[in-house]
């Protein structure tokens, strides 16, 4: 019984939600190229879902292109990291200084660099940028906690630095990785859509530019359609990975044995 009303109870409060902002919007008579209504929301995803569509793949390949490239840097990079305190000590706080920099700030030099007739590898670029430090981080961090009992019973049995890598130090650290892996996925989104809002001029074609085209000719219902498929592409990536950490956690580590 908890769990059905744990399960309806997202979807009620929504539509509680939608059902005030409809009625605030007619009763205040609030003009519709300030806030319009969901019923306008609605019929602007209906009417211009083929383009809206389009702009969704696009933003979600990229999305999509950049966290896998940041999945694989970053993981080759802790593994570089855990193996090389001297590579780690050398190459740690150029990583920190590029993931600090604002990505706003460092756009328009990369478009420039790469060139606006390839402004979607420029876009991936620097979602990549936002995605990376993350999964690094949380996997340096998974890799160097390790039970130094378990480290000293595989030293006792002879195992070599493979076997300890392998065998050891990657399962320990899988939680963390995963966990990189859901903050990751939403910030390789975000960034692809930052990138895009500052990197645009009609070159790129994913939601974040048809948000700037519909706010330009105040088509306040368009906007608020690429913003619900935004959000819906959000909610997609991170239910993905919540499932894949789940199936992967659930027979043995404490945070998924926890919720069973």
Excluded: C
């Amino acid at each position: 019984m908890k769990g059905m009303v744990r399960l309806l109870l997202p979807p009620l409060v929504g539509l509680l939600v939608l059902a005030g902002w409809e009625w605030a919007v007619g009763a205040f008579a609030i003009p519709a190229f300030v806030l319009p209504p969901p019923s306008a929301v609605l019929a602007a995803l209906w009417r211009d879902g083929p383009l809206l569509l389009t702009s969704s793949w696009l933003t979600l390949s990229i999305t999509l292109q950049a966290f896998l490239l940041a999945l694989v840097t970053g993981v080759a990079l802790a593994l570089l990291f855990s193996q090389s305190r001297l590579a780690a000590a050398a190459l740690y706080p150029y990583v920190v200084a590029l993931q600090v920099t604002p990505i706003v700030a460092i756009a328009p030099l990369v478009v420039i660099w790469v060139g606006y007739e390839r402004v979607n590898l420029a876009l991936l670029i620097l979602a990549w940028i936002v995605a990376f430090f993350p999964i690094l981080s949380n996997t340096t961090l998974g890799l160097s906690a390790v039970d130094p009992n378990l480290r000293d019973l595989f030293r006792l049995y002879g195992a070599s630095r493979w076997q300890t890598l392998w065998r050891l130090q990657l399962p320990s650290a899988l939680p963390y990785l995963l966990g990189g892996m859901k903050i990751s996925g939403g910030l390789a989104l975000i960034g692809a859509v930052v990138a895009e809002f500052v990197a645009g001029s009609g070159t790129a074609s994913g939601l974040a530019w048809r948000i700037i085209e519909s706010g330009n000719r105040l088509n306040m219902p368009r906007l608020f359609a690429a913003l619900l498929l935004l959000s819906a592409l959000g909610i997609a990536i991170f239910a993905g990975l919540s499932f894949i950490q789940n199936r992967l956690l659930r027979r043995w580590h404490e945070s998924e044995l926890g919720r069973q």
